[in-house]
């Protein structure tokens, strides 16, 4: 069932209502709601193809929607409403070969009345080396900074990512996270889509599943993962029996996996024990038994009911 429509709050700096985008007929946003706070971060996850970047560019103005609105509130009605600055760095963000990081950071700041100083940001993203390096020969990481760095130019009130770790580093990828978490406290509201659910949980107030241009579930990390939200994974020759979790309490679920099975629970202790009384019945083989959170990866899965195209294992 969709989410039901967002309450307006006064502090929404971002509102989207009933977003309808249509590429060749075919819906790619299909009434989409979506309203962010100053300090929140909302995160967009979603398969491929989801409407994830068709989302951020409409919210952007950069793609014209055949329905539904978008609206970025005035920064302080009360001195004359000036317009919210606005920051974004989207994955079809391209520079000159030639330019260097200095260079492209000084060009931007030329554009507006107070930027940040593109010295503070090539330090702040790591790039003070590289700063008269030309852009052709950054790496995929470092050309990712540098994009993230331009969008902060502005000293954003809104602002907009599209999947801002992809490709990156873990120790990049933990930075990025700590100079969008930076953003949260200073007020920015912040959209970004990802395909990891470790990153939306890490970073998100709250989580938007997007499926076929459609909000499926929107809410808290916690909230999305509900009370049952243990997994236990188990890998066994012969695999488990389904049969052997019915009856307990806790689980909510059973997923046969190859050489094994996948159980949801709310308390993994019952569903060892059940392993272990059936393992020594049949001396079957456990190779493997891992008890994890249930993930927002989890939950996509279940929600879109089919499996990933790309698995990594790492995101989606
Ligand atoms: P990904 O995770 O792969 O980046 P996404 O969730 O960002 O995907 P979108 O890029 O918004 O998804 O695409 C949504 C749908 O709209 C897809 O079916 C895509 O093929 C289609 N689409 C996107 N841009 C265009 C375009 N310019 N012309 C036609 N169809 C498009």
Avoid at 20 to 44: F, M, N, P, S, T
Avoid at 273 to 294: C, I, K
Wanted: proline share 7%.
């Amino acid at each position: 069932m969709p989410p039901a429509p967002q309450a307006h709050s006064s502090a929404d700096l971002v509102e989207v209502n009933g977003l309808v985008k249509r590429y060749d007929g075919v819906a790619a946003l299909d009434g989409v709601d979506l309203h962010i706070r100053a300090g929140e971060i909302v995160g967009l996850l979603g398969r491929n193809g989801a409407g994830k970047t068709t989302l951020l560019e409409c919210v952007l103005g950069l793609r014209t929607p055949d329905a539904g609105t978008v609206r970025i509130q005035k920064s302080d009605a009360n001195k004359g409403g000036e317009a919210v600055r606005v920051g974004a760095q989207l994955q079809t963000a391209g520079l000159q070969d030639h330019l260097t990081p200095r260079e492209a950071l000084t060009l931007f700041a030329g554009f507006y009345e107070q930027p940040a100083k593109p010295d503070a940001l090539l330090r702040r993203f790591g790039l003070e080396e590289k700063a008269n390096a030309k852009f052709a020969t950054l790496s995929t990481g470092q050309k990712q900074r540098l994009f993230l760095a331009l969008a902060l130019v502005n000293r954003p009130q809104v602002l907009v990512l599209d999947e801002p770790t992809a490709g990156l580093d873990p120790v990049s990828r933990r930075d990025l996270h700590a100079v969008i978490l930076e953003a949260r406290v200073a007020g920015c509201a912040v959209l970004l889509s990802t395909h990891y659910g470790e990153e939306a949980e890490t970073l998100c107030d709250r989580v938007a599943i997007l499926d076929q241009g459609r909000i499926l579930k929107m809410d808290t990390p916690s909230a999305l993962r509900g009370p049952v939200g243990t997994v236990v994974t188990i890998a066994s020759d012969p695999a488990p029996a389904v049969e052997i979790f019915q009856g307990l309490p806790e689980v909510a679920g059973v997923e046969p996996q190859p050489g094994g099975c996948a159980v949801r629970t709310s308390d993994p202790v019952p569903v060892l024990a059940a392993v272990t009384r059936w393992a020594e019945a049949r001396a079957a083989q456990v190779t493997d038994a891992r008890v994890r959170p249930r993930s927002l990866e989890d939950i996509v899965v279940e929600l879109t009911g089919r499996p990933w195209e790309t698995g990594t294992g790492e995101g989606m």
